[in-house]
């Protein structure tokens, strides 16, 4: 007699072979609109969301309200003399699909300021972690803790008509919004810097003022989070965090508790947190084999990651097919500042060496490079070396999208989320009475 643990592996290793040679064998078989295959690929293809936003190319890459990466560089607002775009106007763009001026950024920056003081009892929320906790278990908190300040929580319990439900969204968006920047500082402080804060400069663009409380006041920095905060702040509806917040949302829960669930799921290695698995995995081959590794001792460390049965992390994507534009703009921008930097070269020497290695194991549908093969190597070039913290940086940025979605959720009505389920019993009935019927 077994215990419930060795019970359940007893079956569910058998059965997984079985089911594998099911899909095998009756992939193609037809379930409306879908196949056998779709059931077991993780819904990807299928067409069950609305997101206005930003639209996915697989080959293109990102476009946001029709702008793709290099457009939104060119045409966003900058401050006075800046080359990175500010990315308050990329919300601005989000939520009304149109270019803003730079008077309608300034005028969100102002709004901002005014709502940016985050009540005493988050930071105690966070101190009262151990300070070794994750910093993504940190922020999620940190956002839970925000919610006891949720108008739309507030205005739901008081009876609001679901008309309005678009209003109390918005004030907890934009107060969302203005505070994130003062909670990723307060976690990235806490943990790395003894605790000691620094005070923020209200007159900065949100994006500088992030950075300068973070403790990095380097101009060439504030361009770097400029850019990394435009960049990262949304992929279409379908990616993890941002379908999460549209899932966890449809319930009507209220804008913190869907960002933080959304939180949860980036702080996936799978997803967001392969920002910072890049940069642990570089650090390991280097412990391995030396600080400057050839094209030939990455190569092997490839194979040896691959035979280890471990992903590479910063390649690959569910639905991008060809180099992510994302590492290309940081490309662009590590090739004006910091060319001779000595791990930028690693990331640009892993670029051309993973690729046909990936390709070549006839199983991994995208083997270029995603936006976190490139992110790490830009904030180290400049001192963040913490790099347990660079998925709080991808969960600021991501907030932008993915409130700017949940604005149209409430505005448009859409309904509580709720896709069909079958088990593999159903399946196999299915699939033979569909071969009996033939
Ligand atoms: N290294 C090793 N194996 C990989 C791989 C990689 N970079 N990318 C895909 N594969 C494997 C998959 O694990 C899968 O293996 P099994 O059949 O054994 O399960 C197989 O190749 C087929 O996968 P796929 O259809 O090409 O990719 P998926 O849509 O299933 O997964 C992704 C996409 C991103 C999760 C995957 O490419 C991956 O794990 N990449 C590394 C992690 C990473 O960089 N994630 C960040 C993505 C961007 C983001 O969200 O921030």
């Known amino acids: 007699m077994g215990t419930l643990k060795e019970k359940f592996i007893e079956k569910a290793l058998p059965l997984s072979a079985e089911i594998r040679q099911f899909v095998k064998e009756n992939g193609q078989v037809p379930l409306g609109e879908f196949t056998v295959e779709d059931v077991y690929a993780g819904q990807k293809g299928i067409i069950g969301l609305l997101t206005e936003t930003s639209l996915l190319d697989a080959n293109e890459g990102i476009r946001f309200r029709g702008y793709s990466i290099p457009e939104l560089r060119a045409k966003l607002p900058k401050v006075p003399g800046g080359t990175e775009p500010l990315p308050e106007g990329l919300f601005y763009l989000m939520l009304l699909g149109e270019m803003p001026t730079y008077d309608d950024v300034l005028e969100i920056q102002e709004n901002w300021r005014n709502r940016s003081e985050v009540p005493a009892h988050v930071y105690a929320s966070i101190d009262a972690l151990p300070i070794t906790t994750h910093p993504m278990t940190q922020f999620s908190i940190g956002i839970m803790a925000m919610q006891t300040d949720s108008k739309f929580a507030k205005a739901y319990r008081d009876g609001i008509n679901k008309k309005d439900y678009w209003d109390p969204t918005y004030e907890d968006v934009c107060n969302l919004l203005a505070r994130l920047p003062y909670v990723a500082a307060y976690i990235y402080r806490r943990t790395y810097k003894d605790n000691v804060h620094i005070a923020p400069k209200p007159e900065l663009d949100w994006a500088a003022n992030f950075a300068h409380m973070l403790g990095y006041d380097q101009v060439e920095f504030y361009k770097l989070m400029r850019l990394y905060l435009t960049i990262h702040a949304d992929h279409e509806g379908g990616n993890v965090s941002a379908h999460t917040t549209h899932l966890v949302g449809s319930a009507l829960s209220d804008p913190y508790l869907s960002f933080a669930a959304a939180m949860n799921g980036l702080a996936g290695p799978l997803h967001g947190l392969a920002n910072q698995e890049v940069i642990r995995w570089i650090f390991e081959m280097r412990n391995e084999i030396g600080n400057a590794p050839s094209k030939e001792q990455i190569a092997d460390y490839i194979h040896q990651t691959l035979k280890n049965g471990k992903v590479v992390p910063g390649y690959g994507h569910?639905?991008?097919?060809?180099?992510?534009?994302?590492?290309?703009?940081?490309?662009?921008?590590?090739?004006?500042?910091?060319?001779?930097?000595?791990?930028?070269?690693?990331?640009?020497?892993?670029?051309?060496?993973?690729?046909?290695i990936l390709e070549g194991t006839g199983k991994i549908k995208n083997p270029w490079p995603n936006v976190d093969a490139h992110s790490g190597a830009l904030l180290l070039h400049y001192g963040l070396n913490e790099y347990d913290f660079f998925t709080v940086l991808f969960g600021v940025s991501r907030a932008l999208g993915v409130m700017a979605s949940l604005m149209w959720d409430r505005a448009l009505g859409l309904p509580i989320e709720r896709p069909k389920s079958v088990t593999y019993e159903w399946l196999k009935n299915t699939v033979e009475a569909k071969k009996a019927k033939a």
């Not at 569910?318 to 930028?344: G, H, I, S």
């Open 318 to 356: 569910a639905v991008l097919r060809k180099t992510d534009p994302r590492f290309l703009a940081q490309q662009e921008f590590a090739k004006t500042y910091m060319a001779d930097d000595e791990l930028v070269n690693i990331v640009w020497n892993i670029y051309e060496v993973a690729p046909p």
